[in-house]
């Protein structure tokens, strides 16, 4: 029982960050599941996390009231990008949002009264794992729920051919401008989490290097089921902390290899709901075969 | 008057290792389709390489510089046969190749700092040409003017290559449909592999001449010249080397100008803001058509 509590306490973090970081990766596969490759998340992350943290340190609110504005504040900034980027083309959008990521800690370095610039900010409260627990617990059933939705159906259609999807009267902007509301929502929800987190956060903490992570987490898990996002989020954050004890020197370039070897092997990531579904109508015709044998 | 020019020119030198950075990512990007994380990696291995090529064998400047630029694209062609030739086939689109090539930037980007003990390393000051070139009252150093030619020569060259050849006319038809190339004959492997030599080696040229200019030779500097790179050529469009060539450089002069008549902490403001316009106003670049919209 002692081991179980030291293994515990070692590693509670670990699990607060998997937590964290599966918010974010569900705000990517939000979009991801509309066909559209963005690294906004990070910025609503952005909008989220200095909002939040500025309610708390200046206003004195607590978390129940600072995290459901983020969660409004992302979805704001959302709107705003939807709005301007939607116009583009799918490889164009990829860039623009980048760029977008890069302007954003041009912004948050630039604006010290919002954001603390250079110095950060230190936030003087930390969210408890039960919390996170519950935040993820409900955007989860939200997303298990849409998947179910018509929604979930429209945008699996936009994601595979838009052009069909809008001849069954589907309108593929309009599929993607919720996509972005919700990816907007959920990461002003992942950056708040993320700052009562770390407990700290600067311009840098919202930059390129959590945005790639976010997105190939997210890949990893299974970018065609909202699970595949929670489970890859959990693998990418345990990956590093396991390796440290096998290979502490080439801990990243480990963690960089099984990435790469499981993209190669399942470009679909772990979780693959057509993989399951080609496995079990295999399965049922090996059961047909043996009955009529 | 003298101050201005000098500036100016410290500004073209600058933006032309954004710009020759920004042609090489380009080219994968119009080419291969691939949004390559790890292109920065290969500018600093290049420097990194060209180092210590300096440092163990004592080679001569332009010995070391080439080491570097090869060992560029070479790393580009071993990372494009590992990570994105097995996924070519498989209809994985922008997705699956950026995320590997996510894979290799963090593997390459730790071995760099490996490499480099975690310290920024610099070319010694007698190991490259540090001579002052006089032109009328004004006194530019003369890696600025190597730099500035290179930009114009690999800018020239490659347009040229492209536009004008048959293995251009190729690397174009691959990058519209590769299907479609290969029934007209191309070898696509081939013109892939090409494309991701000239592309690496191109963006390991930037990386040596940025190491041995910012005396910086360490895994930072492949990120810098990314992050000014990608501005670069979604300014100047992807698609076309002329227009990655001149929004370097602009983003060049812009920068040193407004470090030297504004303040040093709009410097990346205004690029970005740029980035941001153009992005709205004009998201296809300079050199870009206009007329293709999303469905």
């Known amino acids: 029982m002692q081991t179980l509590l030291d293994l515990w306490a070692a590693h509670s973090s670990t699990v607060a960050f998997a937590m964290v970081n599966a918010l974010m990766a569900l705000s990517t596969y939000a979009v991801l599941s509309t066909g559209v490759l963005s690294f906004t998340t990070v910025v609503f992350a952005a909008v989220g996390g200095f909002l939040s943290a500025q309610l708390v340190a200046k206003l004195g609110m607590p978390l129940a009231i600072a995290f459901p504005l983020a969660a409004v504040g992302g979805g704001l900034a959302a709107a705003m990008v939807a709005g301007a980027f939607l116009k583009l083309e799918t490889h164009w959008m990829a860039l623009a949002s980048l760029a977008l990521v890069l302007i954003t800690r041009v912004v948050a370095l630039n604006a010290p009264v919002l954001t603390g610039g250079v110095n950060g900010l230190v936030i003087p409260r930390r969210v408890s794992l039960g919390e996170l627990t519950v935040v993820l617990v409900l955007v989860a059933l939200v997303f298990y729920r849409l998947s179910r939705s018509w929604y979930g159906l429209a945008a699996r259609a936009v994601r595979e051919d838009p052009a069909v999807a809008s001849t069954m009267g589907i309108s593929p902007y309009r599929v993607q401008f919720i996509a972005f509301l919700i990816s907007g929502v959920v990461g002003g929800l992942a950056g708040a989490a993320l700052a009562f987190t770390l407990q700290f956060i600067s311009p840098e903490t919202y930059f390129i290097g959590i945005a790639f992570t976010m997105i190939a987490s997210t890949v990893l898990g299974g970018s065609f089921h909202w699970f595949g996002s929670i489970i890859g989020a959990a693998i990418f954050t345990a990956l590093p902390v396991a390796m440290q004890a096998v290979v502490p020197a080439f801990e990243d370039v480990a963690k960089g290899i099984a990435l790469l070897v499981i993209m190669i092997f399942l470009p679909r990531g772990l979780i693959d709901p057509r993989a399951a579904g080609l496995r079990r109508a295999a399965r049922a015709r090996i059961a047909a075969e043996s009955n009529n044998a | ?295």
């Not at chain 2, 963090?106 to 001579?131: K, M, N, V, W």
């Open chain 2, 1 to 295: 008057m003298q101050l201005f020019l000098e500036q100016t020119i410290n500004g073209v030198a600058l933006g032309s290792l954004y710009a020759l950075f920004g042609i090489g990512f380009g080219l994968v990007f119009a080419t291969l389709g691939i949004l390559n994380a790890a292109h920065g990696t290969y500018a600093s291995w290049a420097a990194i390489v060209a180092y210590y090529a300096l440092d163990w064998y004592g080679a001569p400047f332009p010995v070391a510089a080439a080491a570097g630029v090869i060992a560029g694209g070479t790393i580009a062609v071993v990372v494009d046969q590992i990570a994105f030739q097995p996924l070519r086939n498989r209809g994985t689109g922008l997705l699956g190749a950026l995320i590997t090539s996510i894979a290799f930037w963090i593997i390459l980007d730790s071995l760099a700092g490996q490499a480099t003990e975690h310290q920024a390393l610099a070319f010694p000051a007698t190991s490259y040409p540090t001579r002052m070139l006089e032109l009328g009252a004004m006194r530019v150093p003369i890696m600025q003017v190597i730099v500035i030619t290179s930009l114009v020569v690999c800018a020239t060259g490659i347009y040229l290559l492209i536009q004008k050849t048959l293995v251009g006319a190729a690397m174009r038809a691959v990058g519209w449909n590769s299907v479609a190339a290969a029934l007209g004959g191309v070898n696509s492997r081939i013109v892939i592999l090409l494309t991701a030599f000239l592309a690496g080696a191109t963006s390991g040229l930037a990386g040596v001449l940025a190491g041995v200019t910012t005396s910086n030779v360490s895994f930072t500097l492949g990120e810098g010249l990314m992050l000014k790179g990608f501005a670069a050529v979604v300014v100047g469009g992807f698609e076309d080397v002329r227009g990655t060539a001149v929004a370097g450089i602009m983003l060049g002069v812009i920068e040193v100008s407004a470090a030297q008549y504004l303040s040093t902490s709009f410097r990346d403001g205004i690029t970005y803001t740029l980035l941001l316009l153009f992005l709205m106003l004009r998201p296809r670049g300079l050199f870009g058509s206009t007329n293709f919209l999303r469905a």
